[in-house]
């Protein structure tokens, strides 16, 4: 079965630092690989990433995928305390359904 | 632009009742997918609707079944609850099957059995 795995799974930074978020896969016909950020309830959509080397940005988040290592990252620069959230990493292969990491929790300090 | 509702937003079932949670997709969207997550993980995939059929389904035993309406909102129904099924049901909506468009989640319905 496919398998996404995030880490780290928690990070405590202070206001202004620069994170990196990893996350790797393993798929069958790999269709795209996507964030989320979820803070209380639902989770909300960041990117989706379906090319190799090319970034995505919005604003201070970027998110880049690596499809020949099978991973991507999401980098948070400047970051602030409603950065706080927990950060999901999904693919989505040959079939519809989203196979979600556990998530990377960030914690943010002013 | 309406985004995915869903309700109740919190409910308290007893082991072995029956729940049926609903879901208001994002306008203009006609698919639909439920997932289950449980306190620390990442969501699973339950099921997803596509002109009121099931495609695809997760690894989840019979007793959850769904509906999709005409109107492509959805329910999602839980019979003979077990502690277990105590988690943050999500449901989404997206664009079109078969097209490179995210999935929108609504705020979820937290279940607790007990």
């Known amino acids: 079965e496919d398998k996404v795995v995030q880490s780290p799974l928690s990070l405590v930074v202070h206001e202004g630092d620069t994170v990196t978020l990893n996350c790797s896969y393993e798929?069958?016909?790999?269709?795209?690989l996507l964030w989320y950020k979820q803070e209380k309830k639902a989770p909300t959509f960041l990117f989706m990433l379906?090319?190799?080397?090319i970034e995505k940005k919005s604003g201070r988040l970027s998110s880049i995928l690596d499809k020949k290592e099978l991973f991507s990252i999401l980098n948070i620069t400047a970051t602030q305390t409603g950065d706080s959230a927990v950060y999901l990493c999904a693919e989505q292969g040959g079939s519809e359904k989203l196979v979600f990491g556990k998530g990377t929790k960030l914690t943010v300090n002013p | 632009e309406t985004g995915v509702t869903q309700s109740p937003t919190h409910l308290i079932k007893t082991r072995g009742q029956q729940v049926t949670l609903r879901c208001s997709s994002q306008?203009?969207?006609?698919?639909v997918s439920w997932y289950q997550q449980a306190l620390g993980q990442g969501p699973q995939f339950i099921f997803q609707?596509?002109?009121?059929?099931?495609?695809g389904r997760g690894n989840f035993p019979p007793r959850f079944s769904g509906l999709q309406f005409p109107n492509y909102s959805s329910e999602l129904n839980v019979n003979a609850l077990e502690l277990d099924d105590s988690a943050l049901y999500l449901c989404?909506?997206?664009?079109?099957?078969?097209?490179?468009?995210?999935?929108?989640f609504g705020n979820g319905t937290r279940l607790t059995v007990t």
């Open positions: 798929v069958t016909n790999f269709r795209s």
């Open positions: 609707y596509y002109r009121e059929e099931e495609n």
């Open positions: 379906t090319s190799s080397g």
């Open positions: 989404a909506s997206s664009l079109a099957m078969g097209k490179n468009s995210p999935l929108h």
């Open positions: 306008s203009g969207h006609n698919t």
